[in-house]
């Protein structure tokens, strides 16, 4: 079973940063991907940044420039430093990790945790 456990969520202004962690049960490196999606109320689940396998990665253009994905494969840890953070990044982020295959998907996920971006 797998385990994605998210920490790092919390109130911050506009302007300030964040960095959100994932810390999976077993090897990140086992994953086709692995990312961060957020959820904000009344809107759909959307990806903000992935990174594959082979270490490329992937923003939303909300937050290219802003934010930056980075991994540590030997503490099985993903984590989303977030800078400059506005009011319309406020969401539940959760953390993705992903084995895809021809024919179909394999999504896990973690608990969510809050951001918040308010003055």
């Known amino acids: 079973q797998v385990q994605l456990v998210e920490s790092g969520g919390g109130l911050v202004q506009p302007g300030g940063s964040l960095r959100l962690s994932c810390a999976a049960s077993?090897?990140?490196?086992?994953?086709?991907?692995m990312g961060w999606y957020r959820q904000a109320p009344g809107k759909q689940r959307e990806l903000v940044a992935d990174?594959?396998?082979?270490?490329?990665?992937n923003y939303a253009d909300s937050v290219k420039g802003r934010f930056i994905i980075s991994r540590d494969a030997a503490k099985n840890t993903v984590w989303l430093q977030m800078n400059s953070l506005k009011p319309e990044d406020t969401a539940v982020y959760y953390c993705?990790?992903?084995?895809?295959?021809?024919?179909?998907?394999?999504?896990?996920w973690g608990q969510g945790t809050q951001v918040a971006v308010s003055s």
């Open positions: 993705n990790a992903a084995s895809i295959f021809i024919e179909r998907r394999d999504n896990y």
């Open positions: 077993g090897s990140i490196l086992s994953f086709s991907v």
């Open positions: 990174i594959s396998r082979g270490g490329s990665t």
